[in-house]
């Protein structure tokens, strides 16, 4: 409420000054302008004074808080290192270190304003004190909250100063623990854990303190101007920019969740960067502890970062203090960041989600039946990183470095070479309450939530130039290909891509300058050897950097998952019989596909799944449905295709797949022994059998596919009890069944770039190898 209409009333300014200063300024101003006020200062402990309490002693009182906000233009400097430079002033301005209060107060007097935060009388606030903690104003925490509305009021004035992207929480562990909902949730603790009423309560208290974020202004600003180097050369950044203007309006009502994809270090630092320039509030984002090292963890924790132990087992003080804070910052419409894959992809796609946060914000909010939140799928893709190779290192067996002071000063250096664009875009945001809603009861309904999230971000996934030119040269095998041959290998896949409605960088891959400028890029990171010795260029992956590039390729290989899968299914249907059901045949044959990489890829629900083969039928034959159906229609089908993708997109799953099938066959029905002993045991075993070319891709050698193809075995019960030797067996001999249809089609592929090549007889002439090896002649295939 204002003051219009309340002349004669009593008033009582609160003041928030941080230096005698301040203090000094806010007193002139309270003279000028309620001169008949009590003015009441506020320390910077939780405690209020005692002057308050006594103020607070009739309803009719009209409580008017005000503090001093120093204020600067925002840098608006070209440049990366005079932007960085305008930043660290502006951060300079806004700490507004106290002893340095006179001198700023007289060469800046303008930059010294008062900020008067929302009046209301005390009635109002007795009112707003029992909903809130459940008590009446005669306690001793009614002037302890009337000075948290106090600053809580001057802060959103000063956000319309300074903008949204400087809403922070104040007080947060104070706010929680003496709100009406912490003595029900020590008491529950209290029964379950069998501990004191007063253990219990400085356990809270403790967890609260470790991870919650205290963000302020002048923190956010250093943290700007220290991290601004890990991005700024690096990357020019793209964003959704209409979808963030949705989000903008769903803000105002509810808190936002966003969950984006994780492939780099830089993720939060870009992302937070894109929504502070755009005026959204900064997020709590919810990391690991491995990063709170000094000085990282005391500027992230007042920046925004909530560090979360990377595992707390048992412990059940410390989940339930993560629900409550979570539930809290939902309630006061804070923001929210995490990570749902719990991790870097070192492999270039979309991992599993983790479900634990999920859980506890689920939780959080089934405990408060008034609150909904927004879940935000977010894709963050980059052109290149350039810790790639890092963590094609750590696949090959080799181990993470430890993360320290070190760790980040060579982290920043590396961070100095451009490497092309990041990209920012939004999925369709959903509502959590009706997410859960529609997943329905049972075991599977955060998997199913979190499933959603996954497949909005791989939907806004672009297919970068850089995904695609490695594609094709890994498609291409050892074998160098000049820069036009490049071109028509990518030119039916940005087809096919932007007939799918999939974004392309049309100038990046339409134009000889564009893809050449991509390639030499790549060739600047190591991964792609140029070379200039003969009549004209020749581009090849390098030795030893296949990892690195399978990386790149792997962030667009969920667009072509379904078309990989049909061609597999229409192979099969060229086995069939002739009185087989074509049709059944293709489902049959998908649905044992899906199963098998439902630890590697996203499928949609089985009918949303039958719908998108269909149209990617249509794409493969746009007559499909006016033919015969008869096997021979599928292989003249597979003859015409523009392109074959399912070698490129499928052959390391599968191999790896093979090598840990292999594994287990040969243990028989004896157990595995421990995990990490087993899958070093498939990294040296994956190695040979590269080098003996009994595998196809040196990429598929990789302890992450090694373990997601041990959670398919898992699933299927192949790990321990039951004599599982036979079922081991079966699991091999249908990864090798697969292997070799993938081995027919890699020929088919490979005879139709020979033609694009110049170098080869027209593809739909070319036989395709039967299921058994012998070649089919042409007798009755469709024309």
């Known amino acids: 409420?204002?003051?219009?209409?309340?002349?004669?009333?009593?008033?009582?300014?609160?003041?928030?000054?941080?230096?005698?200063?301040?203090?000094?300024?806010?007193?002139?101003?309270?003279?000028?302008?309620?001169?008949?006020?009590?003015?009441?200062?506020?320390?910077?402990?939780?405690?209020?004074?005692?002057?308050?309490?006594?103020?607070?002693?009739?309803?009719?009182?009209?409580?008017?808080?005000?503090?001093?906000?120093?204020?600067?233009?925002?840098?608006?400097?070209?440049?990366?290192?005079?932007?960085?430079?305008?930043?660290?002033?502006?951060?300079?301005?806004?700490?507004?270190?106290?002893?340095?209060?006179?001198?700023?107060?007289?060469?800046?007097?303008?930059?010294?304003?008062?900020?008067?935060?929302?009046?209301?009388?005390?009635?109002?606030?007795?009112?707003?004190?029992?909903?809130?903690?459940?008590?009446?104003?005669?306690?001793?925490?009614?002037?302890?909250?009337?000075?948290?509305?106090?600053?809580?009021?001057?802060?959103?004035?000063?956000?319309?100063?300074?903008?949204?992207?400087?809403?922070?929480?104040?007080?947060?562990?104070?706010?929680?623990?003496?709100?009406?909902?912490?003595?029900?949730?020590?008491?529950?603790?209290?029964?379950?854990?069998?501990?004191?009423?007063?253990?219990?309560?400085?356990?809270?208290?403790?967890?609260?303190?470790?991870?919650?974020?205290?963000?302020?202004?002048?923190?956010?600003?250093?943290?700007?101007?220290?991290?601004?180097?890990?991005?700024?050369?690096?990357?020019?950044?793209?964003?959704?920019?209409?979808?963030?203007?949705?989000?903008?309006?769903?803000?105002?009502?509810?808190?936002?969740?966003?969950?984006?994809?994780?492939r780099s270090y830089a993720d939060p630092l870009v992302f937070a960067e894109v929504l502070h320039e755009r005026n959204f509030p900064r997020n709590h984002?919810?990391?690991?502890?491995?990063?709170?090292?000094?000085?990282?963890?005391?500027?992230?924790r007042r920046a925004g970062v909530v560090f979360?132990?990377?595992?707390?087992?048992?412990?059940?003080?410390?989940?339930?203090?993560?629900?409550?804070?979570?539930?809290?910052?939902?309630?006061?419409?804070?923001?929210?960041?995490?990570?749902?894959?719990?991790?870097?992809?070192?492999?270039?796609?979309?991992?599993?989600?983790?479900?634990?946060?999920?859980?506890?914000?689920?939780?959080?909010?089934?405990?408060?039946?008034?609150?909904?939140?927004?879940?935000?799928?977010?894709?963050?893709?980059?052109?290149?990183?350039?810790?790639?190779?890092?963590?094609?290192?750590?696949?090959?067996?080799?181990?993470?470095?430890?993360?320290?002071?070190?760790?980040?000063?060579?982290?920043?250096?590396?961070?100095?070479?451009?490497?092309?664009?990041?990209?920012?875009?939004?999925?369709?945001?959903?509502?959590?309450?009706?997410?859960?809603?529609d997943a329905g009861e049972g075991s599977a309904r955060l998997e199913k939530v979190a499933f959603r999230v996954c497949a909005g971000i791989n939907r806004v996934t672009p297919a970068t130039a850089t995904s695609l030119a490695t594609f094709a040269l890994l498609s291409a095998r050892d074998r160098a290909l000049t820069l036009q041959q490049v071109r028509e290998v990518v030119a039916p896949l940005a087809d096919y891509l932007e007939a799918r409605g999939v974004p392309v960088p049309i100038a990046e891959l339409r134009t000889r300058h564009g893809l050449r400028m991509t390639l030499d890029r790549l060739a600047e990171a190591g991964v792609v050897t140029i070379y200039s010795g003969g009549t004209e260029p020749v581009f090849s992956i390098s030795a030893g950097r296949h990892h690195v590039a399978a990386f790149y390729r792997n962030g667009a290989l969920h667009h072509l998952l379904n078309r990989a899968m049909l061609e597999l299914a229409l192979l099969r249907v060229g086995d069939a019989d002739e009185g087989d059901d074509p049709v059944e045949v293709a489902w049959r044959e998908l649905a044992r596909l899906r199963d098998l990489l439902k630890f590697e890829f996203f499928f949609s629900t089985r009918a949303e799944f039958r719908d998108e083969i269909m149209n990617e039928a249509e794409l493969v034959d746009a007559e499909w449905r006016h033919r015969a159906g008869k096997p021979a229609d599928a292989r003249a089908a597979l003859r015409r295709a523009p392109l074959l993708v399912a070698p490129g997109v499928l052959r390391s799953f599968f191999d790896a797949q093979l090598v840990v099938a292999d594994r287990l066959a040969v243990l028989g029905d004896d157990p595995m022994p421990e995990e990490k002993d087993f899958l070093d045991g498939c990294l040296g075993v994956g190695r040979q059998m590269l080098m003996q070319?009994?595998?196809?891709?040196?990429?598929?050698?990789?302890?992450?596919?090694?373990?997601?193809?041990?959670?398919?075995?898992?699933?299927?019960?192949?790990?321990a009890g039951g004599a599982p030797g036979a079922r081991r067996a079966a699991w091999l001999a249908e990864v090798s069944a697969v292997i070799e249809d993938l081995g027919r089609l890699a020929g088919l592929e490979r005879a139709r770039l020979e033609v694009v090549l110049g170098e080869g007889e027209d593809s739909a002439a070319v036989p395709i190898p039967g299921a058994t090896g012998h070649v089919e002649g042409d007798s009755g295939v469709a024309s």
């Open 285 to 300: 984002v919810l990391g690991g502890n491995n990063l709170s090292f000094w000085p990282m963890g005391a500027l992230g």
């Open 308 to 437: 979360i132990r990377r595992s707390f087992g048992g412990d059940t003080v410390y989940k339930a203090a993560i629900q409550e804070y979570l539930g809290h910052l939902l309630a006061k419409r804070f923001n929210l960041e995490w990570y749902i894959e719990g991790g870097r992809s070192r492999t270039g796609k979309l991992r599993r989600p983790r479900y634990g946060l999920l859980r506890y914000l689920v939780a959080a909010l089934e405990d408060r039946p008034e609150l909904d939140a927004v879940l935000v799928p977010v894709s963050i893709v980059y052109d290149q990183l350039h810790e790639v190779g890092a963590m094609a290192a750590e696949q090959r067996g080799g181990d993470k470095k430890a993360e320290g002071l070190g760790w980040l000063y060579g982290y920043f250096r590396e961070q100095r070479r451009h490497v092309g664009t990041a990209r920012v875009r939004f999925a369709e945001p959903l509502s959590l309450r009706q997410a859960l809603a």
């Open 693 to 719: 070319r009994k595998l196809d891709r040196p990429d598929s050698v990789s302890r992450e596919l090694y373990a997601t193809a041990l959670r398919l075995a898992e699933n299927r019960g192949l790990l």
């Open 1 to 262: 409420m204002t003051t219009d209409g309340l002349a004669g009333t009593r008033e009582v300014v609160i003041i928030q000054p941080r230096s005698f200063t301040e203090r000094s300024i806010l007193q002139r101003w309270a003279e000028k302008e309620h001169p008949d006020a009590r003015v009441v200062p506020l320390g910077a402990g939780p405690e209020a004074p005692g002057a308050l309490g006594a103020a607070l002693d009739g309803d009719d009182t009209v409580i008017i808080p005000a503090r001093i906000t120093w204020v600067t233009p925002e840098p608006d400097e070209s440049g990366a290192l005079r932007k960085l430079r305008g930043l660290a002033t502006t951060a300079a301005m806004r700490i507004a270190w106290s002893p340095l209060h006179p001198t700023m107060a007289r060469f800046r007097p303008d930059a010294a304003r008062v900020v008067v935060g929302e009046p209301a009388t005390v009635a109002g606030l007795a009112e707003r004190f029992a909903v809130q903690e459940g008590s009446r104003p005669g306690s001793g925490g009614f002037a302890r909250f009337v000075a948290r509305q106090a600053v809580l009021a001057c802060d959103r004035a000063e956000r319309r100063i300074l903008g949204d992207r400087y809403k922070v929480p104040r007080r947060m562990v104070e706010q929680i623990t003496s709100s009406h909902r912490f003595p029900k949730l020590v008491e529950r603790l209290v029964r379950q854990t069998g501990s004191t009423r007063a253990e219990i309560e400085r356990r809270l208290v403790s967890c609260l303190h470790e991870m919650a974020a205290v963000q302020s202004p002048p923190a956010i600003d250093v943290f700007r101007a220290m991290m601004g180097p890990m991005h700024t050369k690096a990357w020019d950044v793209q964003v959704d920019e209409s979808g963030l203007e949705r989000l903008r309006e769903l803000n105002k009502e509810h808190a936002l969740v966003f969950l984006p994809s994780h």
